[in-house]
């Protein structure tokens, strides 16, 4: 008996170890396979559009600056790359970049750090401007505040629920322990019965598991990928850094809302009603704000 025990013990060891295994890969290639796409697409939309050699060019290095085409070259004579030279132009593109970039210090009046524009503290960005005596026009990059901070949100329940989770699993496993003689069903009626949210919390996690493993757990990762490497970076950063980490934030706010949404119907009628009417105002605020905003950004 002992020596079937242990072999079941060893089998169950084994397939968590495969499925951790199997779950890091996933995560690895849910980061990398996204970020080889963008960055190929983009090389081949950019060696494309710029072959020449430009008066910046030889500050990539010669040998990157030899890939390109002299100036005046027709564009009848630009060919398209094979797959080796495309890899060979695109590593040795990306080599000289980050060798260019990495050292440099540089300041700007307009730049602001990483982990101001989440909060939307990072200093807008003024493109065009045209003052009169008495009337002006500018043209201004800037982020919509509401925005942000429902981002911030999203990603604050996306993080607070699995903990919200567990704790609500002690309380729902204390609760059924009072009394070991009741069958499974009578100790779910008992804490179904105990608190009023309890049906909303169950269907929040309900609807919360079923967007995690794909939706929400990319998105999530997206933000972060997308905002992580200007961690590290020491030269100037500006406000559209931002740019692909909010789009990605946006739709991570369109699916926590529809894991509430699914989920409010739950709570009494009035607590319904109030969060129809919450849900209403913030959406009717950020188009406020960007009416607001737009006279800035847009030069209306």
């Known amino acids: 008996d002992s020596d079937v025990q242990n072999l079941k013990q060893n089998d169950s060891n084994q397939n968590k170890v495969g ?32 072959p020449f050699r430009g008066a910046e060019s030889a500050a990539m290095g ?18 398209p790359f094979t797959i080796p030279e495309f890899w060979h132009h695109f590593k040795t593109y990306m080599y000289y970049m980050y060798l260019y970039n990495f050292p440099l210090d540089l300041k700007h009046q307009a730049s ?5 524009w989440p909060t939307g503290l990072g200093k807008p960005i003024l493109y065009w401007q045209n003052v009169g005596e008495e009337s002006g026009q500018w043209i201004v990059n800037t982020f919509n505040p509401t925005v942000n901070w429902l981002i911030l949100a999203s990603l604050f329940i996306f993080l607070a629920i699995p903990f919200a989770f567990g704790w609500w699993e002690s309380i729902r496993s204390g609760a059924t322990a009072q009394s070991s003689k009741n069958t499974k069903q009578q100790q779910q009626n008992i804490v179904a019965s105990s608190d009023p949210f309890v049906l909303f919390f169950e269907e929040l996690f309900k609807n919360y598991q079923q967007y995690f493993s794909v939706d929400s757990l990319t998105l999530f ?28 934030g946006v739709l991570l706010v369109g699916v926590i809302v529809e894991v509430l949404k699914k ?5 009494p009628v009035v607590l319904q009603l109030l969060s129809n009417i919450l849900f209403i105002a913030i959406f009717i605020y950020v188009a406020w704000m960007f ?10």
Do not use: N
């Open 112 to 116: 602001s750090v990483w982990y101001h």
């Open 221 to 248: 990762i997206g933000w972060v990928g997308s905002l992580f490497p200007f961690i590290t970076v020491t030269r100037a950063t500006f406000l559209y850094h931002y740019y692909p980490a909010i789009c990605i």
């Open 62 to 79: 010669d040998e990157y600056y030899q890939l390109l085409l002299p100036q005046g070259t027709p564009w009848s004579e630009v060919k």
């Open 19 to 50: 499925q951790l295994v199997l779950w890091a890969g996933g995560i690895v290639a849910l980061i990398s396979v996204p970020i080889l796409i963008v960055f190929i697409t983009f090389g081949c939309v950019h060696f494309h559009m710029t």
């Open 291 to 300: 009416l607001y905003l737009g006279a800035w950004t847009y030069g209306w």
């Open 263 to 267: 989920s409010i119907h739950k709570l």
